[in-house]
């Protein structure tokens, strides 16, 4: 006999993941798009908000749901998030964040050293944070 429950529970888990998925890639892309923007300011001109704190914030959000969708899609095919998966996401995250601020002098941008340390640490916090969120709610799941 066939169980419905079982059978639209991990059909809802597929979707639930792929749609994570999409999610990630389409803000991935997103980002990839706005840094790489022609610059809107003169040469050696500065943005007029806190530009650091905008790529930590970008680079967390990445992070954080580059975590969720990991997670989501693992849940989908029974697997758990273990730290290592974070450390990868992480390890990808900062790399991906030098290619960023190495590419951008090609479209008129400037390279900073400073970009990428608030995306590194961005990152770092979006990981740890989603990480713990995930640990969390998997262990209230089973109290």
Same mark, same amino acid.
């Given at each position: 006999m066939?169980? %419905?429950?079982?059978?639209?529970?991990?059909?809802?888990?597929?979707?639930?993941? +792929?749609?994570? *998925?999409?999610? @990630?890639? *389409?803000? +991935? *892309?997103? @980002?990839? *798009?706005?840094?790489? +923007? %022609?610059? &809107? +300011? &003169? &040469?050696?001109?500065?943005p007029s908000y806190p530009d650091k704190l905008v790529h930590f914030t970008a680079y967390g959000g990445l992070a954080g749901l580059a975590v969720y969708a990991l997670g989501k899609w693992l849940s989908s095919r029974g697997r758990s998030l273990a730290a290592w998966h974070a450390a990868a996401i992480l390890a990808t995250i900062v790399a991906y964040g030098l290619l960023d601020e190495f590419t951008q002098p090609l479209t008129g941008r400037d390279f900073e050293w400073l970009d990428w340390a608030a995306d590194t640490g961005g990152a770092a916090c979006g990981t740890l944070l989603a990480f713990y969120w995930r640990l969390r709610r998997k262990n209230r799941k089973y109290s």
């Open positions: 066939h169980d %419905r429950t079982t059978s639209s529970t991990a059909s809802e888990k597929a979707t639930a993941s +792929w749609q994570a *998925l999409a999610c @990630l890639v *389409l803000y +991935w *892309l997103a @980002l990839c *798009l706005a840094t790489h +923007w %022609r610059n &809107p +300011w &003169p &040469p050696g001109g500065t």
